[in-house]
């Protein structure tokens, strides 16, 4: 079972080959750092760039599939990511019927792809719509968390002020001539005999 519908018990859809994943990947990392790690030996960089080749530009990669260009874009500007560091990608395995060409042999990035609902999917994945979904419920998630938090600091608030009431309770049964001073601090509780010890300012 898929990590996602595990947490939010949202059904992960079986790809339809539409092949626009493949068409038109563009990681987060700037094209820089990725290739950076790539050359320090990271798994993920390095099967990235066995598969997949830069569109020799940006008014190539937007011939393919514009709207999704934009929208990663976009995104990218959201996220504080300069745009103009954003390379858009194609796997070089992928045949003219959408079909993946080495399938059986495909990376482990494709076999785990999308590992996220949190990506820019073209408009006509079958992942596009998951996609929403659970970003919805993981808005709703979120809300529901911290209106739960919300509601244990005032049971907080509540236990402490009952803690301070049951003291003031024991401490107002001293006789008069016992005590001449009460603080009342948070846990702690201090009792002055007979005369204030506390300068008076």
Excluded at 92 to 112: A, K, M, T, V
Excluded at 156 to 161: G, K
Aim: glycine share 4%; hydrophobic share 35%.
């Amino acid at each position: 079972m898929n990590k996602w519908e595990e947490m939010l018990g949202i059904k992960f859809p079986e790809c339809k080959q539409t092949g626009q994943c493949c068409k038109m990947a563009s990681p987060s990392v700037p094209a820089s750092l990725l290739l950076e790690k790539a050359a320090e030996g990271d798994d993920y960089a390095r099967d990235f760039f066995s598969i997949f080749m830069p569109y020799n530009s940006l008014k190539e990669a937007l011939a393919v599939n514009e709207k999704t260009v934009k929208r990663s874009l976009k995104a990218a500007e959201e996220q504080g990511i300069n745009p103009n560091e954003i390379v858009f990608y194609h796997c070089r395995f992928i045949g003219e019927n959408n079909s993946c060409l080495i399938h059986e042999d495909r990376p482990q990035l494709c076999r785990d792809y999308p590992d996220t609902p949190f990506l820019v999917f073209s408009e006509s994945c079958i992942y596009n719509g998951w996609s929403k979904e659970c970003r919805e419920k993981y808005k709703e998630l979120k809300e529901e968390a911290k209106a739960l938090n919300e509601q244990r600091k005032i049971i907080r608030d509540m236990q402490l002020q009952q803690q301070l009431l049951n003291k003031y309770k024991v401490l107002k049964s001293f006789k008069t001539n016992e005590a001449k001073s009460v603080y009342l601090l948070g846990n702690l509780s201090i009792v002055s005999p007979k005369a204030y010890w506390l300068k008076k300012y």
